[in-house]
């Protein structure tokens, strides 16, 4: 009797449906509908239908997705129009790029809005991981989509160093040559990966069109293709990670929203906001210009591009081997493998997870920025003048977060994920410190100075 009950209803059902179907007047769709059909199915195959409202808050994302999108977006249209009046040639790269500066209307502020976006688009790209790392959204069904993040970063870091080169001028010449050289450190295999990285035995014109047509085509499509993966595995885990743990016990709609329009309008003020500024930088501030390659001078100091410099500093510090090859391979692996660790608990949402986690975090970030300076300053007055530190400091240092965690551990009883954030924190502010030391306070022949006196 259940049975028979059921089938009627769903048959009753269906009659319904197909007669309010059929006997429904058939209206035309204007023009206006049709573009609201169209933008409603792209938004929605990008972007879960429903949101929690929670995770509308500005400060919960800071809208770091949709700003590098913007910039990639920028970055493109840019780089199409500088690709006509580029020749990527050594006797002609340099000169091309005087040409539209100086003869284009409008050339040199082209230029500048592609070398602001690719600048930003680091930084906004660094700031995206971080936020889904301190906000422990790596759990779950997002593991794999912070492998592909990581792979998003490679790749940008990739658009970046690519194009770095194509200006042809001394600044862009040494920096593409010592990061290239740095390969070289790599064991087994280091001197046939500098040797295609550059094209051949020297940096020259294999180099230049090897850089050009990796930054033209090879890097553009592989962002396009992970950005698409990207955005859909974020739609299959319906969203960005909620800022309150309790939302991950229920699955109500009560406080949940229609993306289109609470979503998509926030995302529409982020990105104009963010290309109001591209355009203000690329206005006031043109993108940098040196005299052109001469490979028989090196410019004093010659420096790596910063988001590279602080690889450059810790080389200043340690046998090359270590600063080039195995610290970044180790913390490479670390990040990767990151979200398949076994956790006590999964952990997301709140900024810093906990209130403990804040404070493990914060004195983590303390120790880093006292403990740092001091190790520089006394290897650069005392360690070089009696041999450098090599493998000795890294013991020194291994044991020093050694004895930092087990302190962690016996003072505040964090629980994993707090435990692992602590150590990221400490190594993330070491490692901004380098960058920015070798920045802004390595003068000539690399030594220390003060910036505003000898830099």
Known sequence: MAKETISDLKAN?????????????????????????ILEFLVLHMRPVRVRRSTLRYTHTFGLGGMSLVLI?????????????????????YRSILALQDGMLFGATVRAVHHWSANILVAVALFHLLRVFFTGAYHGPRRFNWVIGLALLAGILAANFTGYLLPWDQLSYWAVTICTGMLGYIPVI???LQAFARGGAEIGRGTLVLFYSFHTTVVPVVLIVLMAFHF??????RGVVSPNPQDRQKDDDTEKVLTLPHLLMRELAVGLTVIAVVMLLATLFDAPLGAPANPGMSPNPAKAPWYFMGFQELQIHLEPLIAVVILPTLGALALMF????RFDREMSGPWFLSKTGRTTGALAAVVALVVTPLLILIDEFWLQQVGGAGWAAIGVVAAGAIAFAAFLAK?????????????????????????????WFRGPGMALVWPWIGG
């Open 73 to 93: 977006g920028l970055l493109m249209a840019s780089g199409i129009l500088l690709m006509l009046a580029y020749d990527p040639s050594p006797e002609h790269a």
């Open 411 to 439: 003072r505040f009883k964090p629980e994993k994920a707090e435990f692992v954030q602590a150590l990221f924190i400490l190594f993330l502010v070491a490692f901004a410190i380098l960058t920015i030391t070798g920045v």
């Open 232 to 237: 859909w595995r974020v739609r299959k885990a």
């Open 13 to 37: 059902m269906v009659k319904r449906i197909l007669g309010s179907i059929f006997s429904r007047p058939v209206v035309p769709k204007t023009d206006a509908d049709r573009r609201r059909t």
């Open 338 to 341: 990151l979200p398949y660790l």
């Open 190 to 192: 280091g001197d046939w």
